[in-house]
């Protein structure tokens, strides 16, 4: 079990560090809100929560104190327990798939080697080495704050900023951009912080 725990470790190393090196990036100063009580961004709020599978595609960037690395992204969402995140890169074969079901997590490659453990929590600290709030992450990437979240709204009438605790730590994010073009308008660049750590998102495409 320690061999097979060391592998995906590895493989998860070596498939972040075949991507482009990233930038550490400071949260946006000087943003204006609106209330959160304005129409134009109520009736968004509702199309977006309307939204319950959908598949996202993008890029990763993470930055810590000890090291930065980015890796190509498809998240697919079912509901809270079915869904499916693969991390590959565009100059390997290899990938790495994050698979939440009925029974727990499951964390595999394309070679098929596989570790399942029901508490989902504790495999992504196994594996990835860091505690993620990966449920949240259905709800965050679509720009959808969560009912008790501290949240601002921006001037385009979208979500601009929140903050959410997670296992005592305070997670930031902020919406630097949307993808206008379509209807209702979904995120594009998503800036998360916390202690020490800065996650990047780009959705490059969106499924619903």
């Not at 599978?53 to 890029?59: H, I, K, N, R």
């Not at 080697?113 to 709030?133: C, H, N």
């Not at 709800?139 to 969560?146: A, E, R, S, Y």
Request: charged share 20%; proline share 4%; with cysteine.
């Amino acid at each position: 079990m320690k061999n097979l725990i060391s592998y995906f470790l590895l493989l998860f190393a070596g498939l972040l560090l075949t991507g482009c090196v990233i930038t550490d990036e400071q949260r946006p100063t000087n943003v204006k809100y609106i209330e959160k009580t304005d129409p134009a961004w109520q009736q968004h709020l509702q199309q977006v929560k309307q939204i319950q599978g959908y598949q996202a595609l993008g890029q990763l960037g993470y930055i810590s104190t000890k090291e930065r690395f980015s890796t190509r992204f498809d998240w697919q969402y079912n509901n809270p327990q079915h869904y499916t995140l693969k991390l590959y890169s565009t100059i390997s074969s290899e990938t790495l798939q994050i698979q939440m079901h009925t029974k727990g997590m499951t964390i595999s490659d394309n070679k098929g080697r596989q570790r399942s453990a029901v508490d989902a929590k504790m495999l992504l600290r196994e594996i990835i080495g860091m505690d993620f709030p990966l449920d949240q992450f259905a709800f965050w990437l679509k720009g959808q704050p969560k009912d008790n979240d501290d949240y601002q709204v921006g001037e385009n009438h979208l979500l601009s900023a929140f903050s959410h605790v997670f296992d005592g730590k305070t997670w930031t994010a902020d919406y630097l951009s949307y993808q206008a073009n379509r209807q209702p308008p979904m995120p594009e660049n998503i800036l998360l912080k916390t202690d020490g750590q800065t996650l990047k998102i780009r959705v490059d495409e969106w499924k619903f």
